[in-house]
């Protein structure tokens, strides 16, 4: 079966650089979801996006923005990163808005040195 | 408004039972359970919608207190694969948490 997709699998930036993540979700999803798991952490959410409208906002940053697409693949994107933002991040897909539990991509850690 | 879990960790040795707690202060829509190994995606387990149901599948089981706004997930006979961190995700209708975690290791 079709999983959630993100790239890349690992990702190196120097600060205040700029970063791209990208999540493919299971075909037939509508809402996609974003968090951010530090070591040892909890995931935190970030944002979601239901039928490419934003739908939910959490603890993102403002140097953050994510955007879905009209294929519902969806883009996170990072600028001035911070030290603070090397994490794992990952992207999930549900349908039908949260009821049946999420899938979640296999994620991208974000290494800012 | 981040549910709590109790407890924070566990070490079980195979074929022992444990409970993971999960609460929360507001009303919840559902609860979901989730497992995650180190360095992986969080893996769902089972959901649970409001109602008070009681969900299961092999030795893991899950029940759901609507009124007490908790929920507890049963493991028993531990087999070593289920060494992970668990979390309990909470749904409000408006807004989705992950709970603290509970990390359970399973020794031989």
């Known amino acids: 079966a079709a999983g959630v997709i993100q790239s890349p699998r690992h990702l190196i930036k120097e600060k205040r650089e700029t970063a791209t993540l990208k999540c493919y979700p299971i075909p037939r999803h509508d809402t996609v979801y974003w968090y951010q798991q530090g070591p040892g952490q909890d995931p935190q959410f970030l944002i979601s996006f239901y039928e490419k409208m934003q739908s939910d906002k959490g603890s993102i940053p403002d140097r953050f923005s994510a955007q879905q697409f009209s294929d519902y693949h969806s883009e996170l994107n990072m600028s001035s990163l911070e030290l603070g933002d090397s994490a794992l991040y990952f992207c999930a897909s549900s349908s039908t808005v949260r009821r049946h539990g999420y899938t979640f991509g296999s994620g991208t850690r974000l290494t800012v040195v | ?108």
């Open chain 2, 1 to 108: 408004q981040q549910p709590v879990q109790s407890p924070q960790a566990v070490i079980l040795r195979e074929g022992e039972d444990a409970v993971i707690n999960c609460s929360s202060s507001k009303a919840l829509y559902s609860v979901h359970w989730y497992r995650q190994k180190h360095g992986e995606a969080p893996v769902f387990l089972m959901i649970l919608l409001k109602g008070g149901e009681q969900k299961g599948h092999d030795k893991i089981s899950a029940s759901f207190n609507e009124k007490k706004q908790q929920s507890s997930l049963y493991l028993t006979a531990s087999q070593l694969s289920y060494s992970g961190t668990y979390f309990c995700g909470t749904d409000t209708g408006n807004q989705f948490y992950f709970g603290t975690g509970t990390s359970l290791t399973v020794i031989p």
